[in-house]
């Protein structure tokens, strides 16, 4: 298979879809992998590692996508990139289609197949492509909520830690997964006052084993969500539904309640966010307010970290990958957790949550490749 990793053109956006390692594995699988001049540049990467590698480098985003039979990308592909996709080519990225309607009809029309990372499930129920990035996602908005929190920033004034004779920033996360786990460690880490909100009680079991006391935890009702939010310095939005739009758990008029130069950090944005103010930013634009509150809502806060991030990411993605290579939509059709994945193919939704959450038909990926 002719595999193509075009460089990424989302604002701010340094990682890439292949590192050079990664494509010296498909070439040992007997693929040709075709990379856009300078794809690699923000991961320190230039042509040289690639051809290096096997890699054969063509000099426009066109060149790969009309050549490649299966696309790997990091972030959903913009519009300038919708009219390039075509029938009969794989595309595997990041989509996050269900606030995004626009993308939604950009693929459906044309016709490509289009894999998810953050739908693509494992034998424990988790989901694997989407982790790393997760990790790194949840990390990043306690370093982003600590530098917002910041009085020239915009917020409080209140350093996170404290200092001795001085209370810690309070910190409640909403969320207890893999994105609220790791933010939760960097928080404490940092010396805050840390609360975690989640409606699991074996996972909240989970999280105060993990701790060992240094985290609150608590069951997430209405009552709890509020108290934490109003007392907060710095709220973490760490809620995943899979595929489907993040609930909004955080009303416009909650943060009235809130203190004045508070910061939340939507974690939950490529979903739609689960904050009633919250809306899309960018690495350029990061924050902006409502009513006092300052909000951090980057959609793609782990491309400021693209050495860290692209590697994991590659960890993660690059067996699913090579499967798809291999076996095209048999690999699909034959592995249930790349089943998962599958979001469009052929101008029709095959992911539940998506189709709901944008009023479309659900077709069952067994029925929309013809699966016995």
């Known amino acids: 298979m002719r595999v193509g990793c075009p460089k990424e053109i989302k604002n701010h956006e340094y990682r890439v879809g292949l590192t050079p390692g990664s494509v010296r594995e498909y070439v040992a699988h007997g ?4 990379v856009e001049t300078k794809a690699g540049a923000g991961i320190g990467a230039d042509d040289d590692a690639y051809r290096a590698a096997g890699a054969r480098i063509v000099p426009t985003a066109k060149d790969v996508f009309e050549k490649a039979d299966m696309i790997v990308k990091v972030k959903e592909p913009q519009p300038t990139e919708w009219t390039l996709l075509r029938e009969g080519q794989i595309l595997y990225t990041y989509l ?25 499930t494992d034998e424990r129920g988790g989901l694997p492509l989407l982790a ?9 908005a306690i370093q982003a909520g600590a530098t917002s929190l910041q009085k020239a920033n915009g917020g409080r ?49 989970q999280l105060d084993d993990i701790f060992n006391g240094r985290v609150h935890t608590r069951y997430s009702t209405i009552d709890a969500l509020e108290e934490e939010v109003f007392s907060a310095d710095l709220v973490i939005g760490a809620v995943l539904i899979p595929g489907a739009a993040a609930p909004k758990l955080v009303t416009r008029e909650m943060l009235s309640g809130m203190k004045k130069g508070a910061v939340i950090v939507d ?6 966010g689960c904050f009633e103010t919250s809306h899309a930013t960018t690495h350029s634009e990061p924050t902006f307010e409502v009513d006092g509150v300052v909000h951090y809502c980057v959609a ?25 290579a291999d076996r095209g939509l048999k690999a699909i059709a034959e592995d249930r957790h790349l089943r998962a994945g599958l979001n469009v193919h052929k101008g029709r939704i095959t992911n539940a949550p998506v189709a709901e959450a944008l009023g479309y038909d659900v ?10």
């Open 363 to 372: 077709h069952a990926p067994e029925a929309a490749l013809n699966v016995a």
């Open 31 to 34: 693929h040709e992998v075709i």
């Open 96 to 120: 996050h289609l269900a606030p995004d309607p626009e993308q939604t009809r950009g693929l459906l029309n044309s016709g490509v197949t289009a894999v998810a990372y953050e739908t693509v």
């Open 157 to 205: 004034g209140i350093l996170l830690g404290g200092v001795p004779g001085v209370l810690p920033a309070k910190v409640a996360i909403i969320g207890g997964g893999v994105v609220g786990l790791h933010a939760a460690k960097m928080a404490t880490g940092l010396g805050a006052d840390v609360t975690i909100l989640d409606r699991s009680i074996p996972r909240l079991r």
């Open 132 to 140: 790393p990035m997760s990790e790194v996602a949840g990390r990043l």
């Open 267 to 272: 974690v939950a944005i490529d979903q739609g």
């Open 300 to 324: 793609n806060m782990p491309g400021a970290v693209p050495i860290t991030s692209t590697h994991a990411l590659n960890n993660a993605t690059l067996q699913h990958g090579l499967q798809l």
